[in-house]
């Protein structure tokens, strides 16, 4: 619970509620204050909302909307205190470089909507999720906030990265001219239970454990295995959420991530053990690879609102590889691709 009390009595608007980050966020939300009332925002309805939230369902409102609709977004802001927006079309490597276009247009589109809808509707708060992609492919290790508008976005997820730094740039001129408190959030390679395991629009960790897990041998690596991650377990992610959201609503982007730097090489051999496989590695130099370095400067995220990653990297393998084999494999008729 907030020490100060700041969710109790709120009434908060979550986008994208019911996907692998906002559900898990939404539970975290239900214990932050006494009297908090949620309201998860899904193009998908109710049926399709329920598989993630079905421990949380009783106490949550479900609002259908279509976020690339304003109207459907000035009904989901309605009476809201707070506005977490979370929902954004994402996507791993393979996906970005085949969908600058989509990706670009679908999260400029939502977002326009999300923060005219919250600015009209008077809420107090806004929570913008921003992207690491914001950065460019050279930059400082570990790189501080400060190089968010350096040069281009990194090719590879240049749409995705493109469409942050406009969502950043219209947040803080809806602030400027409207004055609504505006929280950024720059959170770096989330991953854990609930996480996308679809071939097509996996981020490395889920694509990794269904390759393993699925038998493959040996397992497919995108790139020499060289490029380095710092990943940040959903927990430790949505924990700093709300801290940004409660103690740092200055429009100002603050880095989200661990400072706990692995290789894909590595990060593969620590999947492959976890799952108590004996596969061998294929890296496949000629796939996109993205960045060659992602890790980020946690300094300002430390002084400002007392954020840190607690979860270890190996803990956080150990806990999604069980969710998955306990709700994935688990499921009759499941079968691996």
């Given at each position: 619970?907030?020490?100060?009390?700041?969710?109790?009595?709120?009434?908060?608007?979550?986008?994208?509620?019911?996907?692998?980050?906002?559900?898990?966020?939404?539970?975290?939300?239900?214990?932050?204050?006494?009297?908090?009332?949620?309201?998860?925002?899904?193009?998908?309805?109710?049926?399709?909302?329920?598989?993630?939230?079905?421990?949380?369902?009783?106490?949550?409102?479900?609002?259908?909307?279509?976020?690339?609709?304003?109207?459907?977004?000035?009904?989901?802001?309605?009476?809201?205190?707070?506005?977490?927006?979370l929902a954004a079309r994402v996507g791993g490597v393979g996906y970005n470089v085949r969908?600058?276009?989509?990706?670009?247009?679908?999260?400029?589109?939502?977002?326009?909507?999300?923060?005219?809808?919250?600015?009209?509707?008077?809420?107090?708060?806004?929570?913008?999720?921003?992207?690491?992609?914001?950065?460019?492919?050279?930059?400082?290790?570990?790189?501080?906030?400060?190089?968010?508008?350096?040069?281009?976005?990194?090719?590879?997820?240049?749409?995705?990265?493109?469409?942050?730094?406009?969502?950043?740039?219209?947040?803080?001129?809806?602030?400027?001219?409207?004055?609504?408190?505006?929280?950024?959030?720059?959170?770096?390679?989330?991953?854990?239970?609930?996480?996308?395991?679809?071939?097509?629009?996996?981020?490395?960790?889920?694509?990794?454990?269904?390759?393993?897990?699925?038998?493959?041998?040996?397992?497919?690596?995108?790139?020499?295995g060289r490029q380095t991650r710092a990943f940040l377990y959903v927990d430790d992610f949505?924990?700093?959420?709300?801290?940004?959201?409660?103690?740092?609503?200055?429009?100002?982007?603050?880095?989200?991530?661990?400072?706990?730097?692995?290789?894909?090489?590595?990060?593969?051999?620590?999947?492959?053990?976890?799952?108590?496989?004996?596969?061998?590695?294929?890296?496949?130099?000629?796939?996109?690879?993205?960045?060659?370095?992602?890790?980020?400067?946690?300094?300002?995220?430390?002084?400002?609102?007392?954020?840190?990653?607690?979860?270890?990297?190996?803990?956080?393998?150990?806990?999604?590889?069980?969710?998955?084999?306990?709700?994935?494999?688990?499921?009759?008729?499941?079968?691996?691709?």
């Amino acid at each position: 619970m907030s020490a100060m009390g700041f969710w109790d009595g709120k009434r908060v608007l979550v986008t994208g509620g019911a996907g692998f980050i906002g559900s898990h966020l939404v539970e975290r939300l239900l214990s932050a204050g006494r009297g908090t009332r949620v309201t998860v925002a899904s193009r998908r309805g109710a049926a399709a909302a329920l598989p993630h939230l079905a421990a949380v369902a009783k106490d949550v409102r479900l609002e259908k909307a279509d976020l690339s609709r304003p109207e459907d977004c000035a009904r989901a802001c309605k009476g809201q205190d707070v506005v977490l927006h979370l929902a954004a079309r994402v996507g791993g490597v393979g996906y970005n470089v085949r969908h600058p276009a989509t990706m670009f247009r679908d999260n400029v589109r939502m977002t326009t909507h999300m923060l005219q809808a919250a600015q009209e509707a008077g809420a107090e708060r806004f929570l913008l999720v921003s992207s690491a992609c914001v950065y460019p492919r050279v930059c400082a290790i570990p790189t501080p906030e400060t190089e968010g508008f350096s040069g281009s976005p990194e090719e590879t997820n240049a749409g995705y990265g493109w469409a942050k730094r406009m969502a950043e740039f219209e947040a803080a001129a809806t602030h400027k001219e409207f004055g609504m408190r505006v929280a950024i959030a720059r959170p770096y390679n989330a991953y854990g239970p609930r996480d996308d395991f679809e071939p097509e629009t996996s981020h490395v960790i889920p694509a990794l454990i269904r390759k393993v897990l699925s038998g493959q041998d040996p397992v497919p690596v995108w790139g020499d295995g060289r490029q380095t991650r710092a990943f940040l377990y959903v927990d430790d992610f949505v924990r700093g959420l709300l801290d940004v959201t409660e103690r740092y609503a200055e429009c100002d982007p603050l880095n989200l991530g661990s400072d706990e730097e692995t290789s894909i090489g590595d990060l593969t051999r620590m999947i492959v053990e976890l799952c108590g496989s004996k596969a061998a590695l294929r890296f496949d130099s000629s796939a996109p690879q993205g960045q060659p370095r992602r890790c980020c400067d946690t300094t300002k995220a430390r002084s400002t609102i007392g954020f840190r990653a607690e979860v270890p990297l190996r803990e956080g393998l150990r806990r999604t590889i069980e969710w998955y084999r306990r709700t994935i494999e688990a499921k009759p008729g499941s079968a691996h691709v």
